[in-house]
């Protein structure tokens, strides 16, 4: 039996978080977190495939910690795709230039955000920044 990729779904808005598992869990081993300060500790011990991340979160902002996990050797290659309800181009731009993968705005549809973390994950992992 294949074994499922691991996705972490960060946002603190428990009904984003609760649409994602139903819309993912057929297909991979979703766990969810309300904070990304939780999110940074369970990193610490899970190893996650790609991580789906929210922007505006109270304590730590989606961009906090992308800085900070981009800074770690052991997620250099994790991939991150924001999904957040910022559905501007300037917004999506920044973004990526901040080490996301790929935007999806809120709400989100289920066919899109499967193709994209069915593309993603089926691409060559990046190398780590010089």
Known sequence: ???QKIILAIDDMLTDL???QVMLEKNFDVRICKSAGTALKILETLKADLILLDIE???MSGFEFLHT???RPEHWNTPVIIVSGHTEEEFFSHALKQGADA???KPV???ELLRKIQEIL???SRHAPV
């Open 57 to 59: 979160m109270p304590g």
């Open 1 to 3: 039996m294949k074994t």
């Open 69 to 71: 996990i981009r800074k």
């Open 103 to 105: 935007c999806i705005p």
């Open 109 to 111: 549809q289920a066919g």
């Open 18 to 20: 609760s649409s994602l």
């Open 122 to 124: 089926d691409k060559p």
